[in-house]
């Protein structure tokens, strides 16, 4: 199967070396550097960016429209949190902008894994509820998509009479949806709804034991793909991809010192998000995994989001992505530190090795056949 290579924008430069609270979820809107940052993964040979969801930023259907009326090919990745628009309502938002998009759109659904982060958006249910208002928020908005008559339902958050849309997407048989979370009931509810599982980096070993727990509680005969995110850090030989990783390290550190933040094992600083934790223990089990994945930003930052990093030579890195490939992942969401000169360089110095390395590995097992 080919490999899908995702990035990620935000509308405005944002990134951990500014600060703990710069990110690419928040702040205010550039659309100048929304339209550079998505014609650089377009021109790059991305095939699909993700807009981000937080509490606190910027609406990402709008950005997605934005984004995608300066663009021509390049496909994006919703990230969406279910809860805060009606299923029916989110059911026909998405279709629409399927069709304004001709077909670029698809929907990351996270669920959500901090208390402090749901409740600015007023909603005050515990973890496991949440995943069971996923559920039903997924089954509802499948059938607004993929039903030809109106029908009633009745759950236990949402009942509906007559739900129907005459906008269906312009994708058959539906938008693809991508899922998040690392939590038993996560896995119940992703690998019952989603067309893509994405896991954050995480060792080989382990994310081919994540993907076997994932297929396993999938319906049986379901085709599922799965993603892992990345943090690549190049330099031109090794020794200066290391150098870079270190100063990147020591920034992220002194930023987070300025702002009074202190993360050490036990404290209130620790995330709720399973996906975090276990990025953390990680961290505390080894800095370096397998060949190159280096795991103190995860520790520096609380795990925060996708922190762990891949460290060498473009063709390092692409040796990398392609084990990550060899284990069963096919869609590769990398993200750089500085993230408009890193997405170029992604795009000039590793996509191309992957997409060879793994075209020639098709052609192989072509032949073989």
Known sequence: MPVEFIGMIGTRNASELNGPSVTLTGGTVDTEYVRKFAKVHEDGGFDRVLVGYSSTGPDGF??????????ERLKFLLAHRPGFVAPTLAARKLATLDHFTNGRVAVHIITGGSDAEQKRDGDWLDHDTRYRRTDEYLE???????????FDYEGEFYQLIQAFSEVKPLQKPHIPIYF??????????????????????????????????????????????????????LGETEEKAWEKARYILS??????????????????????????????????????????????????????????????????????????????????????????EDAIAYGRDVIPLVRQEVQRRERQTATVA
Do not use: C, M
Request: aromatic share 8%; proline share 6%; no cysteine.
């Open 62 to 71: 709008n950005v997605v429209s934005y984004a995608a009326s300066v663009t």
């Open 140 to 150: 509802i908005v499948r059938r607004v998509w993929t039903t030809e008559e109106p």
């Open 251 to 340: 920034r992220i550190k002194e930023t987070r010192a300025k702002a009074g933040i202190q993360l050490s094992p036990g404290t209130s600083a620790r995330p709720q998000a399973v996906g975090s934790l276990r990025l953390l223990e990680f961290a505390k089990e080894s800095e370096i995994h397998d060949k190159r994945l280096w795991t103190p930003i995860a520790a520096a930052t609380g795990a925060y989001g996708n922190t762990t990093a891949l460290v060498g030579t473009p063709e390092q890195v692409a040796e990398s992505l392609v084990d990550y490939y060899d284990a069963g992942v096919t869609t590769l969401l990398i993200r750089g530190f500085d993230p408009v």
């Open 180 to 233: 998040g979370g690392a939590s038993g009931v996560a896995v119940g509810v992703g690998a019952k709804h989603s067309n893509v599982y994405a896991f954050w980096g995480e060792p080989l070993a382990a994310i081919k034991q994540r993907i076997a727990e994932v297929k396993g509680a999938a319906p049986p005969g379901k085709a599922l793909r799965f993603s892992v995110s990345l943090r690549p850090i």
